[in-house]
């Protein structure tokens, strides 16, 4: 079947009218030009609109590269001359496949020479020329890596005055932050000692050591941080909070950080916060039944959903993965966070304020005079905010929310000590999802072996089970044998039954054993034996 004219495709997805066609098409006839950039100019559509319908049309992901993680190790793969005239860049490499973002997904010439130039079989994904030579010109332009820039900039720091706002020192901060970004942290520790300040980056949910600063220069750093972050630079006394956003490749990173008193002088911590990092449900790691379970659930049209796990663990994302799947034009979606980490169109999202008297519960009382559908409470940290939640779940609202527990079952006990009456928990609450996060094991130097006889026992395996893996460590995992995280799961429906040994205040063990539920420690070696993590990452996890 051959490929439908623009027009119709724009109009059957919804983007323009009949006529809005008729008036581009005549204006087509009068000037010669191109369909789309008619349309375009006359702001029907965005071009973004366009590569929508494009990458229905022809089975090509789309890809925005103004949010997308552009893999500066890969940039290496393909020559700069090359990349231009195809009009591609390729994007991430991940188990012999190379993703490239391309202004023609169809040149099956420019597909075949990447292939025979790298090695890896390409994976086309569609993007728009103006994005992807942009994209060229941020990646391939930079002269040299941020180990050089940090390197010259501590020279340099060292042999001038460490003025916070001096060159060196601002490009200093900029490249450590940037460093970050490229290895993915989710973390950047600078740490004073006696003698030194070491840099450390949380990835993959381990810290590891990058660099180490001489102490001369540590004032002039945490000085140009609090800067840029909007904190008062005299008070090292108590700890502080801010935040900034710096450029990175076609997008910004937007960075909280913390301050804290240590003997040695401030700690600093800041946090990236990356809003490309989004992923859908099928990507967080449910299996097949869970995702089952969860699509029933979130499709009701009130009650209470809570998330469970350490700091860290992936809930936000998780709770913000589920409200993308709900977003539509016919809901009102609000929420209220501590501190808002993504940003969502059509949502309405609101963040705490302490200082100003904006509490999780003030702002509940608000938004439920904002006539929402759906409610997302970044935290029940309290009785006041947990009993306004169920509350609303009660009077007709969905309302997602997260606390802190063990397991899934831990969480019921939880908010019943919270002050929540037994009753309300047990009428209200549809589900308890609880999770943790585990490192995949990298593709690159993924090998088979055989696990040791305690480890075995001690996730209550045969010896005959299997088979398992593990990374042995490579250049592209920096010898860790691990990249990337997935979640592991277990999720507590409220069935009738459930509900009522909630009513009956059951133990957190008796209602775990009732439902027979899959818990995080089975989804974790089912995973294993996919060959997706360890089991040793299990044991570090879950134990």
């Not at 941020?138 to 501590?154: F, M, N, T």
């Not at 900029?174 to 950047?188: F, L, P």
């Not at 000590?417 to 690159?444: H, K, N, W």
Request: hydrophobic residues 40%; aromatic residues 6%.
């Amino acid at each position: 079947m051959g490929m439908k004219p623009l027009g119709q495709m724009l109009i059957e997805a919804g983007f323009i009218t009949e006529e809005q066609l008729e008036i581009a098409l005549k204006e087509q006839k009068r000037t010669g030009e191109k369909l789309g950039e008619i349309l375009l100019r006359m702001g029907f559509v965005t071009r973004e609109d366009i590569l929508k319908v494009l990458s229905r049309q022809w089975g090509v992901p789309y890809i925005d590269l103004k949010k997308a993680f552009v893999d500066p190790n890969v940039i290496k793969l393909v020559p700069e001359e090359t990349a231009r005239e195809h009009k591609l860049i390729p994007i991430e490499a991940r188990e012999g496949t190379l993703v490239v973002a391309m202004a023609n997904p169809n040149d099956i010439y420019a597909i075949d020479l990447i292939e025979s130039i790298t090695g890896y079989k390409v994976e086309p994904r569609l993007s728009d020329e103006e994005s992807i030579f942009k994209a060229i010109e941020v990646y391939y332009g930079v002269a040299k890596s941020p180990d050089q820039v940090i390197e010259e900039s501590v020279k340099l720091a060292l042999t001038e005055e460490t003025a916070e706002g001096t060159p060196p020192i601002a490009q200093l901060v900029d490249m450590i932050v940037i460093k970050a970004a490229i290895e993915r942290a989710t973390d950047i520790h600078i740490e004073p000692d006696e003698r030194v300040v070491r840099v450390r980056y949380r990835i993959d949910g381990i810290l590891r050591s990058y660099y180490t600063l001489p102490r001369k220069i540590y004032g002039a750093v945490v000085t140009r941080v609090k800067i840029i972050a909007g904190l008062d630079i005299s008070e090292q006394r108590v700890p502080q909070d801010g935040a900034f956003t710096i450029p990175f490749g076609l997008k910004e990173i937007a960075i909280r950080v913390s301050t804290y008193p240590t003997i040695y002088g401030e700690s600093i911590v800041m946090r990236l916060l990356n809003k490309a990092s989004l992923l859908s449900l099928d990507q967080l790691g449910f299996s097949k039944d869970h995702l089952k379970v969860l699509r029933r659930i979130i499709n009701k049209p009130y009650g209470m959903v809570v998330v469970t796990g350490p700091t860290g663990s992936g809930k936000t994302t998780t709770l913000y993965s589920i409200l993308s799947v709900l977003n539509a034009l016919e809901k009102n979606i609000m929420t209220v966070e501590d501190p808002s980490e993504y940003r969502i169109p059509l949502i309405k999202q609101s963040q705490v304020n302490e200082k100003a008297g904006f509490t999780f519960a003030k702002a509940l009382r608000a938004i439920l005079r904002h006539d929402p559908d759906v409610i997302l409470i970044g935290e029940m940290r309290d009785r006041e905010t947990a009993e306004m939640g169920f509350r609303a779940a009660m009077t007709g609202h969905l309302v997602f929310s997260t606390v802190h527990a063990n397991t899934a079952a831990a969480a019921i006990p939880r908010l019943i000590d919270m002050g929540i009456e037994p009753f309300i928990v047990a009428s209200s609450l549809l589900a308890v999802i609880a999770q943790r996060l585990v490192r995949r094991i990298c593709p690159r130097c993924k090998e088979e072996y055989k696990p040791d006889g305690e480890t075995l026992q001690l996730l209550g395996l045969r010896e005959d089970e299997g088979p398992f893996f593990r990374g042995k460590g490579c250049e592209y995992c920096k010898n860790s044998g691990y990249k990337g995280r997935i979640g592991i799961y277990e999720i507590l429906e409220i069935t009738p039954e459930i509900a009522k040994m909630i009513a009956e205040k059951a133990s957190a063990y008796d209602i775990e054993r009732a439902a027979g539920l899959k818990k995080m420690k089975e989804d974790g070696i089912e995973k294993a034996k996919a060959g997706i993590t360890t089991l040793d990452e299990i044991l570090r996890v879950v134990g």
